[in-house]
Protein backbone atom coordinates (compact mmCIF):
# COMPACT_ATOMS: atom_id res chain seq x y z
CA UNK A 1 0.00 0.00 0.00
CA UNK A 2 2.74 2.49 0.89
CA UNK A 3 4.53 2.13 -2.31
CA UNK A 4 1.25 2.99 -4.50
CA UNK A 5 1.38 6.05 -2.47
CA UNK A 6 4.85 6.86 -3.23
CA UNK A 7 4.33 6.23 -6.87
CA UNK A 8 1.33 8.42 -6.65
CA UNK A 9 2.95 11.02 -5.02
CA UNK A 10 5.74 10.72 -7.23
CA UNK A 11 3.01 10.54 -10.55
CA UNK A 12 1.89 14.10 -8.92
CA UNK A 13 5.14 15.88 -8.31
CA UNK A 14 5.78 14.84 -11.64
CA UNK A 15 2.81 16.37 -13.54
CA UNK A 16 3.24 19.53 -10.93
CA UNK A 17 6.57 20.02 -12.63
CA UNK A 18 5.38 19.54 -16.19
CA UNK A 19 2.65 21.89 -15.78
CA UNK A 20 5.14 24.69 -13.93
CA UNK A 21 7.61 24.47 -16.45
CA UNK A 22 5.21 24.73 -19.34
CA UNK A 23 3.29 27.73 -17.79
CA UNK A 24 7.33 29.09 -17.62
CA UNK A 25 7.83 28.77 -21.14
CA UNK A 26 4.45 30.22 -22.12
CA UNK A 27 5.47 33.35 -20.16
CA UNK A 28 8.65 33.49 -21.72
CA UNK A 29 7.08 33.08 -25.31
CA UNK A 30 4.57 35.91 -24.82
CA UNK A 31 6.62 38.39 -23.50
CA UNK A 32 6.97 41.60 -25.36
CA UNK A 33 10.01 41.67 -27.17
CA UNK A 34 12.61 44.70 -26.05
CA UNK A 35 12.51 47.56 -28.28
CA UNK A 36 16.10 48.33 -30.39
CA UNK A 37 17.84 50.68 -28.48
CA UNK A 38 19.93 51.72 -31.08
CA UNK A 39 18.49 54.17 -34.05
CA UNK A 40 19.48 53.80 -37.63
CA UNK A 41 21.05 57.35 -37.50
CA UNK A 42 21.86 59.18 -33.88
CA UNK A 43 23.00 62.54 -33.47
CA UNK A 44 24.47 64.45 -30.66
CA UNK A 45 23.18 68.41 -30.41
CA UNK A 46 26.25 70.77 -29.69
CA UNK A 47 23.86 72.62 -27.89
CA UNK A 48 20.91 71.65 -25.87
CA UNK A 49 17.11 71.86 -27.42
CA UNK A 50 14.55 73.69 -25.19
CA UNK A 51 11.94 71.13 -25.85
CA UNK A 52 11.33 67.52 -27.60
CA UNK A 53 10.42 67.81 -31.48
CA UNK A 54 10.07 65.37 -34.60
CA UNK A 55 11.69 66.90 -37.72
CA UNK A 56 11.21 64.94 -41.04
CA UNK A 57 13.33 65.42 -43.92
CA UNK A 58 13.95 63.33 -47.04
CA UNK A 59 11.91 59.83 -45.44
CA UNK A 60 13.98 60.72 -42.25
CA UNK A 61 12.12 60.88 -39.04
CA UNK A 62 13.85 62.41 -36.68
CA UNK A 63 12.75 62.19 -32.79
CA UNK A 64 14.80 64.90 -30.86
CA UNK A 65 15.67 65.49 -27.17
CA UNK A 66 17.39 67.43 -25.60
CA UNK A 67 20.78 66.24 -26.18
CA UNK A 68 20.52 64.16 -29.31
CA UNK A 69 18.31 63.05 -31.80
CA UNK A 70 17.53 59.91 -33.69
CA UNK A 71 16.20 58.97 -36.70
CA UNK A 72 15.23 56.25 -39.36
CA UNK A 73 16.98 54.80 -41.94
CA UNK A 74 16.91 57.05 -45.29
CA UNK A 75 17.75 56.73 -48.52
CA UNK A 76 20.64 59.21 -48.94
CA UNK A 77 24.63 58.95 -48.10
CA UNK A 78 24.82 59.77 -44.12
CA UNK A 79 26.70 62.55 -45.10
CA UNK A 80 23.95 63.90 -46.81
CA UNK A 81 21.58 62.79 -44.10
CA UNK A 82 24.24 64.75 -41.26
CA UNK A 83 24.41 68.05 -43.25
CA UNK A 84 20.74 68.61 -43.82
CA UNK A 85 20.00 67.35 -39.96
CA UNK A 86 22.41 70.18 -39.76
CA UNK A 87 20.88 72.89 -40.79
CA UNK A 88 17.78 72.21 -39.06
CA UNK A 89 19.44 71.67 -35.07
CA UNK A 90 22.50 73.28 -35.53
CA UNK A 91 26.23 71.90 -35.58
CA UNK A 92 26.29 68.30 -33.98
CA UNK A 93 29.23 66.85 -31.99
CA UNK A 94 28.81 63.15 -32.99
CA UNK A 95 26.60 61.45 -35.78
CA UNK A 96 26.32 57.59 -36.25
CA UNK A 97 25.05 55.47 -38.44
CA UNK A 98 24.11 51.91 -37.41
CA UNK A 99 26.35 52.80 -34.59
CA UNK A 100 29.65 53.57 -36.27
CA UNK A 101 30.72 57.25 -35.78
CA UNK A 102 31.42 59.16 -38.32
CA UNK A 103 35.34 60.17 -38.40
CA UNK A 104 36.15 63.96 -36.83
CA UNK A 105 36.81 64.91 -40.84
CA UNK A 106 33.26 63.96 -42.07
CA UNK A 107 32.01 65.44 -39.03
CA UNK A 108 33.67 68.69 -39.74
CA UNK A 109 31.96 68.54 -43.35
CA UNK A 110 28.71 67.81 -42.31
CA UNK A 111 28.78 70.82 -39.83
CA UNK A 112 29.89 72.87 -42.80
CA UNK A 113 33.61 73.43 -41.90
CA UNK A 114 36.19 73.46 -45.05
CA UNK A 115 38.24 70.53 -45.22
CA UNK A 116 41.62 71.74 -44.26
CA UNK A 117 43.95 71.56 -47.63
CA UNK A 118 46.75 68.71 -47.86
CA UNK A 119 50.10 69.83 -46.82
CA UNK A 120 52.12 69.77 -49.92
CA UNK A 121 55.62 68.29 -49.87
Known amino acids: ?9 NSLAFAALAILGTAASFGLTTAP ?3 ETVSFYEAQLVTPAEAKRTEIQNGVVWKCGE ?11 PEVVCAR ?6 PLAGFSVKGEA ?6 ARCNGEKA ?3 ARR
Do not use: Q, W, Y
Open 1 to 9: MTAAISRSL
Open 33 to 35: ARA
Open 67 to 77: ADCRGNEGKSR
Open 85 to 90: LVRKVG
Open 102 to 107: LDAEAL
Open 116 to 118: TPL
